[in-house]
T-cell receptor, first 111, second 115 residues
Framework: DAKTTQPPSMDCAEGRAANLPCNHS???????VYWYRQIHSQGPQYIIH???NNETNEMASLIITEDRKSSTLILPHATLRDTAVYYC????????????FGSGTQLTVLP | GAVVSQHPSRVICKSGTSVKIECRSL??????MFWYRQFPKKSLMLMAT?????????EQGVEKDKFLINHASLTLSTLTVTSAHPEDSSFYIC???????????FGPGTRLLVL
């Protein structure tokens, strides 16, 4: 699986947009970009995923660059409950491949 | 999204005993389930992949005779930690995937403390 690089930590003011970057320069053509988050002492929560088009759901937006070598997760209006470790993972779809978790980005939303 | 449950949420046991953790997909059939372990301040590490009705595939360094995995139905997988020792104390998390679906859904985790 392609490796990802994320900043170890970020802060964001409550109510502002949180933009979390991820580099995946070795991504293969059949690999999706997945984002999960883990709030302290809980299991990871699925946020969003995409292949090459930008995606949006009720939680977040995912912006993937045209060359697919990087992406940005956008939380449009961060709240205190969005404080968590955010994981960017690349993995093929439609197979039994597991998700390989890196160290993620600790996002702290400040009041 | 799909819901995955785990039971128990936390367990304390004595060294040398065995502990069973259940993982259930509540509103979908999971052909594939995964078991992860997470130590404090560390990321999730995959332990094994299980497919319904077949033997689990263990990651390198994970003892299959110590961590017994059974995936007997499309909604239930169990992880049994046999002869637990204090170093097995950890946060155990399962995930499940429906068929060839694109997304894995995670359970809330089970915190195991071995005294």
């Amino acid at each position: 699986d392609a490796k990802t690089t994320q900043p170890p930590s970020m802060d964001c003011a409550e109510g502002r947009a949180a933009n979390l970057p991820c580099n995946h320069s070795t991504i293969s053509g059949n690999e999706y970009v997945y984002w999960y988050r883990q709030i302290h002492s809980q299991g990871p929560q699925y946020i969003i995923h995409g292949l090459k088009n930008n995606e949006t759901n009720e939680m977040a937006s995912l912006i993937i660059t045209e060359d697919r070598k990087s992406s940005t997760l956008i939380l449009p209006h961060a709240t205190l409950r969005d404080t968590a470790v955010y994981y960017c993972i690349v993995s093929p779809s439609g197979s039994a491949r597991q998700l390989t978790f890196g160290s993620g980005t600790q996002l702290t939303v400040l009041p | 999204g799909a819901v995955v449950s785990q039971h128990p949420s936390r367990v304390i046991c004595k060294s040398g005993t065995s502990v069973k953790i259940e993982c259930r997909s509540l509103d979908f059939q999971a052909t594939t389930m995964f078991w992860y372990r997470q130590f404090p301040k560390k990321s999730l590490m995959l332990m094994a992949t299980s497919n319904e009705g077949s033997k689990a595939t263990y990651e390198q360094g994970v003892e299959k005779d110590k961590f017994l995995i059974n995936h007997a139905s499309l909604t239930l997988s169990t992880l049994t930690v046999t002869s637990a020792h204090p170093e097995d104390s950890s946060f155990y998390i399962c995930s499940a995937r429906e068929g060839l679906g694109e997304t894995q859904y995670f359970g809330p985790g089970t915190r195991l403390l071995v005294l």
